[in-house]
């Protein structure tokens, strides 16, 4: 890609017969020779970003990177072995090789063995974990328990270090990669095999392999292989799946291929040097009849197992266990522990309905507004109301007080009138008030 990219720039400054590019005196002469106009260089000038992946690179290089692969399957399936030879490689030496276990005894409890391993500069942790086999036991339905377990309390460890104060130094123990050990049988898969995967299959990016293949032949790896596939496939059990990117380089592509090609990889184990026929030694397994070489391809699968875990997709396995494996199960302990999303925070904003929403807000205030009013108005009509009530009843005191006095007048005058009639003579004094009093009543 580095090549294709400088030949690119060449082939742009070349053409323009110097190295300014943006000289539009060049035009011509640069369409005459039928080659792009030179104002193409112009725009796509070169930006910098296609050093993205050194960046990258020098940030991985300084941080290193930390991988843990974990081992599980049936006891005396060559978990241990399988480790030792995985660590004992001569493509990606330790710094301090671990001494391989002359005498191997049965795994009893859950361990893990580490390395250090360096290449041009690059660092890795390397952690690998062996589990005991199970299939011992007269009543297995809980072996994958204790694994289950060693798994999460993991993830526990990761969920702890994220929440707390200081997350500059985080350890990253999570099981990126479990190798699932499947007995040689060339049926199918048994019981306990799918039982385990099922357990496993959400919490860790499982690799089916089987185990000790050179105890099948070519055709019994291939009948056996394509079995267990549809088995797997049958119980609906997830395995890593390599992802594929349409910008790779057909080598890329092609190795990717031949890597998807051989799951589940049909491996052997040996850390013992043995003698070829042909006088090289060799790391595998001697027998009468010849000798199995581990680092040879055409013999098993483990170069190529070795080769997803360390070189192809180291990364890819990190990313699936971080983003979809732990999330998932972060997710859930969460949410079991009572710690609830607040969704409103995330939800998408619609304009239709946010519209609406305040419309409605609007509408709200609005008739709030007018029940105010309205309450306001009656108010003032009801004071007036009083006001007017209290009034007419003065004026109605009024009245009735007015008539009182003109119906005594009356009377008095009638009696006066009387009086008059009868002969008797009227009091002086009270005279004129009668003929006001009279002057009033016209
Ligand atoms: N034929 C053959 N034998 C193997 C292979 N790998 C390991 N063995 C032998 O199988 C036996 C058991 O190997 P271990 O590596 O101890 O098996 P394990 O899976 O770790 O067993 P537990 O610790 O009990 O779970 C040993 O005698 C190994 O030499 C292999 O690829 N092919
Ligand atoms: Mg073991």
Redesign the pocket.
Known sequence: MTDSYASSRNGDITSNGQANGSNPSLLPHALAHGISPIIRKKLMGYVGFANLPNQVHRKSVRKGFQFTAMVV??????????INTLFNTTLYPPKEPLPPATE?S??VSIESIDADIEENGVRLHLTVV????FGDFVNNDESWKPIVENIESRFDSYLEQENRVNRSKIVDNRVHACLY?IQPTGHSLKQIDIEFMRRLHTKVNLIPVI?????LTYEEVMEFKERVLSDIAYHNIHIFQAPTYDNEDEETLAEAEEIASKIPFA????DKYVVTPDGRRVRG?AYPWGVVEVDNEDHCDFVKLRQMLVRTYMEELREYTNDVLYENWRTEKLLSMGVAQDSTVFKEINPAARMQEERVLHEAKLSKMEAEMRMVFEQKVQEKEAKLKQSEEELYARHREMKESLDKQRSELEEKKRRIESGRPLTPEKTPTNRKNRGFLR
């Open positions: 399957g049936e006891s005396g399936l060559g978990k241990s072995t399988l191997r049965k795994t062996d589990t005991p086999g050990f185990a000790k293949a050179d105890t491996v052997v184990g040996s397994r």
